[in-house]
């Protein structure tokens, strides 16, 4: 029934190990996202995927790749992770206009060691 | 560039207080769309409402209000009587034409104590 959900919830680590995170929508959305929330609460986008084909990369460390098998899914792989990020990673989806409000997954909190 | 300035970062009342949490927001655009968000202490992200540029009507839901003003560039948020359930940072947002993706300000957090 969950409409964006990603897994893990939490995600503990130590650094330099690889880890993925996915995501899956059921809402039929043609666009996903990936954003981090820091310490501060500070949400920034680090991707955005429309049917597949990436549309925006955001300063993002070549470290994180995202990948979308198709539109309902979009994982987000980390290697060689870092202290600095420690986050939460959110994922949410719409449809592919500006009006259209995101849907986002409960979030996953990952911590670096 | 669009940019959304929340200046509040905390504000805390005490039950049944109104309060309001103010955005201003900058963009070149004349169409884009302004939202607020909820995360509540468990985390997740809740839409609460979306604006656009060319609808000047304050909306008012329960006891949630949004009052949006182009000519100072603010789309501001009061929540009348407020309940310790209301506690949560609120976000406000803006995505500009031709883009889905929203840009955040830095959040208000609400405490509300009993």
């Known amino acids: 029934d969950t409409a964006v959900s990603q897994t893990p919830k939490y995600l503990v680590t130590q650094m330099g190990n690889d880890k993925s995170i996915k995501c899956e929508q059921n809402?039929?959305?043609?666009?996903m996202y990936w954003y981090k929330q820091d310490s501060k609460k500070f949400l920034k986008i680090m991707f955005s995927y429309n049917n597949k084909e990436l549309i925006i990369n955001e300063t993002v460390p070549n470290r994180f790749s995202p990948k979308s098998p198709d539109k309902a899914h979009l994982n987000l792989h980390i290697n060689s992770l870092e202290l600095g990020d420690s986050a939460v990673y959110f994922c949410?989806?719409?449809?592919?206009?500006?009006?259209?409000?995101?849907?986002f997954g409960n979030g996953t909190r990952l911590t670096v060691t | 560039a669009q940019k959304v300035t929340q200046a509040q970062t905390e504000i805390s009342v005490v039950e049944k207080e109104d309060v309001t949490l103010d955005c201003v927001y900058e963009?070149?655009?004349?169409?884009?769309?302004l939202f607020w968000y909820k995360q509540p202490p468990s985390g997740e992200l809740v839409f609460l409402i979306r604006?656009?540029?060319?609808?000047?009507q304050n909306e008012i839901s329960g006891r949630y209000s949004w009052n949006f003003q182009k000519s100072t560039s603010s789309f501001n948020f009061t929540i009348t009587a407020s309940q310790v359930v209301d506690s949560a940072v609120y976000f406000c947002a803006l995505s500009e034409i031709g883009y889905s993706t929203l840009t955040f300000g830095k959040g208000t957090m609400l405490l509300v104590s009993p």
């Open positions: 809402l039929g959305h043609d666009t």
């Open positions: 604006r656009n540029s060319f609808d000047e």
């Open positions: 949410a989806s719409s449809q592919a206009v500006e009006s259209s409000p995101l849907h």
């Open positions: 963009t070149r655009d004349t169409t884009y769309y």
